[in-house]
């Protein structure tokens, strides 16, 4: 991809989105606009994966028809929000590999903290997807993208739902080679960190937490 950043402006998915915002849209109708919503991202992340050919007989004749080249790609949820996108990509791309990140934040410092790390091997020779529904501070994107590449990964992309001026702008600076594919850039962020006007906070509206 050559953007830094890519708005999926389809009127599917800022239908969905507009949905998904309204507080009074219930967790299993959120969780599944979130399935459907990342689906259609992961359609537009993927749009130039490199492609081969492969030998096939059809009913007809022989063809060199046109597959994905090179290793399965590996897409990487950040606790606990990631795994409401990461569900519906997978569906899309079911022999993807799968990779998990989780980060507190660290009250004294304020910093994030890793708390578990399990990505696939060869991160290297993968292109890698990491999905977090909400690009708030950048704070916990920066930092996942950090222990990604330190596991190997080069090749990074981020798909997000929505994303803040504040984390677009923090993610441009520390990793200015990962594109990053969204749905909507909000206003700004408010001072608990939440996305204006967002939708509140995706983990609790995905999984029904408070
Ligand atoms: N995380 C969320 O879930 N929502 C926000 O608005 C910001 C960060």
Redesign the pocket.
Known sequence: MQEHLTIVTHPLVQHKLTIMRDKTTPTAHFRQLLREISQLLAYEITRELEMTTQRIETPIQTMDAPVLAGKKLALISILR?GNGLLDGVLELIPSARVGFVGLYRDEATLKPVQYYFKVPTELEDRLVIAVDP?L?TGNSSVAAIDLLKKAGASNIRFMCLLAAPEGIARMKEAHPDVPIVTAAVDERLNEH???VP?L????DRMFGTK
């Not at 509140?200 to 983990?203: E, Q």
């Open positions: 929000a909400m708030a960190g939440y996305i967002g509140g906070d995706a983990g």
